[in-house]
Nanobody
Framework: QVQLVESGGGLVQAGGSLRISCAVS????????MGWFRQAPGKEREFVAA????????NYADSVRGRFTISRDNTKNTAFLQMNSLKPEDTATYYC????????????????????WGQGTQVTVSS
C-alpha cells in the first residue's frame, strides 16, 4: 500500500528556516501531485502548498507565499517543503498528501482531493 512518511520537523526560532520531507513508497511517486497541509491545536487543517505531478506548477497559501517553497525529487520519491522566515504562527503539525489523479485540474487546495496522507511532523517556532 502507499505510505507517506514526513520527517524534518522540530523546534526553531522565529526568523529561522527548516526543511521538511515526505518520503513516498508503495506507489508511482512521479504520477502523484503532492500537497502540504498544516493543523494547529484547535484549528482546522489548512492548505500550505502543492506541486503538480509534472512538477511544472506550484501554488501556495497567501500566508506562506514568498517564504515557503515546495519541491519534489522523483529520483528519491520525496517531496520537500523549505520554510524560511518562520513565524510563531507557523507552529503546527505539517502533513503531506498525495493525489493520484493525473487528469485533475485546479489548484489542489482542498484536502478532499488527496488520496493518501502521512502521519504528520511537528514544527514549533518560538518567539
Amino acid at each position: 500500500q502507499v505510505q507517506l512518511v514526513e520527517s524534518g520537523g522540530g523546534l526553531v526560532q522565529a526568523g529561522g528556516s527548516l526543511r521538511i520531507s515526505c518520503a513516498v513508497s508503495g506507489g508511482p511517486f512521479s504520477s502523484y501531485s503532492m500537497g502540504w497541509f498544516r493543523q494547529a491545536p484547535g484549528k482546522e487543517r489548512e492548505f500550505v502548498a502543492a506541486i503538480k505531478w509534472s512538477g511544472g506548477s506550484t501554488n501556495y497559501a497567501d500566508s506562506v507565499r514568498g517564504r515557503f517553497t515546495i519541491s519534489r525529487d522523483n529520483t528519491k520519491n520525496t517531496a520537500f517543503l523549505q520554510m524560511n522566515s518562520l513565524k510563531p504562527e507557523d507552529t503546527a503539525t505539517y502533513y503531506c498528501a498525495a493525489d493520484a489523479d493525473r487528469l485533475r485540474v485546479g489548484n489542489l487546495r482542498a484536502p478532499s482531493l488527496y488520496d493518501y496522507w502521512g502521519q504528520g511532523t511537528q514544527v514549533t517556532v518560538s518567539s
